[in-house]
């Protein structure tokens, strides 16, 4: 059985909770509290060096890290991965702009923001510069989103599932998304998707 090391609220851990529980597959989660330091204890170290959750062991011993590379392998031979070439080629674009021009901005703003007392110094970049890159995103996605059903093909893939993970729970960092309404539309495609879960189940 595939061993999941988790945190809750990530969503990063969620892409690969929802994925796994999407196609049935079942797994063992193991949560760990990231506030309190449980990823770089040198025993976690040892296995994932990046000292972050998402993570996973999988049943033959074989251990991957970073949430993107994480769905990616699991989605192998399934719907959720494309066998044509060049939509897998798109696959992976969303997988990057998610990690380099989504996650930093939408997903960092809401952990500054439901987390208040880290004293964390991106706090006075929030509304300067990481808020006005993250509506960025959400505009890319917007534009995208307006002449199409899924970010690839005409089917629900992994590129959904990693841009879905922390735009549903944007407005818990303080975004505005009642100006994307394809975004919003797309969200509730997402969420009416067969064995969806939400973010808080574990």
């Known amino acids: 059985m595939i061993r999941l090391y988790d945190y809750l609220p990530s969503g990063n851990g969620y892409k690969v909770r929802l994925l796994l529980t999407q196609l049935a597959v079942p797994f063992e989660r193991v949560e760990l509290d990231i506030i309190k330091g449980e990823t770089r204890t040198p025993e976690f170290l040892r296995k994932f060096p990046n000292g972050r959750i998402p993570a996973v062991e999988i049943e033959d011993g074989k251990l991957l890290f970073e949430s993107n590379a994480i769905i990616a392998y699991l989605a192998e031979g399934t719907p959720f991965m494309p066998a044509d070439r060049f939509q897998r080629a798109q696959i992976l674009q969303w997988l990057f702009f998610e990690q380099y021009s989504h996650e930093p901005y939408i997903a960092s703003v809401r952990y500054l923001v439901i987390h208040p007392d880290l004293k964390d110094p991106r706090l006075t970049i929030v509304d300067s510069l990481m808020r006005p890159r993250g ?65 808080t189940r574990g």
């Open 135 to 199: 509506y960025d995103a959400l505009g890319v996605m917007e534009g995208h989103l307006k002449s199409r059903q899924w970010f690839v093909g005409d089917r629900y893939s992994i590129a959904d599932i990693a841009l879905y993970a922390y735009t549903h729970v944007a407005d818990e960092g303080g975004f505005d998304l009642s100006k994307f309404p394809a975004t919003r539309a797309w969200l509730e495609r997402v969420k009416s998707q067969p064995r969806h879960i939400p973010i």
